[in-house]
C-alpha cells in the first residue's frame, strides 16, 4: 500500500520515515499491555490501518496487544474488513467498541460552559463517557491513532475526538453531534477550536 501519513514540510512521509517515527515512540517503553485505538473502516484511506498494524507488528512480541476501533456508533467491523484495514493483526485481538454498554462515567462537561463556547445556543451539561477499557489501569500504553482532516461535527477530526466520541457513549456522542449540528457546519468545518472541540477538550 501507499503512504497517505505526511511530513511537516507537505510531502507525503515514505514507509521508512514512519516506520522510524514508530520505533522511537515505542523504543525504551517496558510494557506488559497496550491498547490501539484506530479508527474503523469508515476511513479505509488514513493510513491508520497499516500504522496500526505496525506497531501491532513492533510490540507483538514484547507486550499484549488490544486493538479497538473507534467505531462512535458504527457497526463493528467484520472479520473480512479487519483483514484488510488491519493487515496482519489476527481478529482475535481486534475489539469492538459497545457504545451503548460498555461504557463508563468520567465527569461532566458544565452547561454553563457548552453555553459559553455555543454561544447561547445551548445551554445543556454533557455526560463524559468512554469505553470502560481507556480506564483500564492495567494498559501501560494506550495509543490514538487516526487522521487530522476537515470534519462536519468537531471541524478537524482526531485527538480527542478520537477518543471521547469514536470510544464514547452515546450522550456524549449525541450531544456533541446536535450542539456542531445547531453551531452550524458551515461555521465550524475545517477549524481548530470549534465548539464541539472546545467540549471534547
Known amino acids: 500500500m501507499e503512504g497517505f501519513a505526511w511530513e511537516g514540510n507537505g510531502r507525503p512521509m515514505?514507509?521508512?520515515?514512519?516506520?522510524?517515527?514508530?520505533?522511537?515512540?515505542?523504543?525504551?517503553?517496558?510494557?506488559?499491555?497496550?491498547?490501539?485505538?484506530?479508527?474503523d473502516m469508515t476511513r479505509l484511506h488514513s493510513y491508520a490501518g497499516v500504522i496500526a498494524s505496525k506497531l501491532y507488528a513492533m510490540l507483538k512480541d514484547r507486550c499484549h496487544v488490544d486493538v479497538m476501533?473507534?467505531?462512535?456508533?458504527?457497526?463493528?467491523?467484520?472479520?473480512?474488513?479487519?483483514?484488510?484495514?488491519?493487515?496482519?493483526?489476527?481478529?482475535?485481538a481486534i475489539l469492538p467498541h459497545r457504545w451503548r454498554t460498555d461504557i463508563v462515567r468520567i465527569g461532566t462537561v458544565p452547561a454553563d460552559f457548552v453555553k459559553e463556547v455555543s454561544e447561547g445556543l445551548i445551554d445543556y451539561a454533557i455526560d463524559v463517557e468512554v469505553n470502560e477499557r481507556i480506564m483500564?489501569?492495567?494498559?501501560?500504553?494506550?495509543v490514538s491513532i487516526g487522521q487530522v482532516v476537515p470534519h462536519e461535527v468537531v471541524g478537524m477530526?482526531?485527538?480527542?475526538?478520537?477518543?471521547?466520541?469514536?470510544?464514547?457513549?452515546?450522550?456524549?456522542?449525541?450531544?456533541?453531534?446536535?450542539?456542531g449540528a445547531v453551531y452550524g457546519m458551515e461555521r465550524l468545518m475545517g477549524k481548530d477550536h470549534s465548539p464541539v472541540r472546545k467540549v471534547l477538550d
Open 157 to 179: 477530526a482526531n485527538y480527542s475526538k478520537n477518543v471521547f466520541v469514536g470510544c464514547g457513549g452515546k450522550t456524549i456522542i449525541n450531544r456533541t453531534h446536535f450542539l
Open 69 to 92: 476501533p473507534a467505531l462512535g456508533t458504527h457497526d463493528a467491523m467484520s472479520r473480512e474488513e479487519c483483514a484488510h484495514f488491519f493487515p496482519g493483526i489476527p481478529y482475535e
Open 14 to 39: 515514505t514507509d521508512a520515515a514512519l516506520d522510524a517515527a514508530l520505533r522511537q515512540a515505542v523504543e525504551g517503553r517496558t510494557l506488559r499491555k497496550a491498547l490501539l485505538l484506530p479508527p
Open 136 to 142: 483500564d489501569p492495567t494498559y501501560d500504553w494506550i
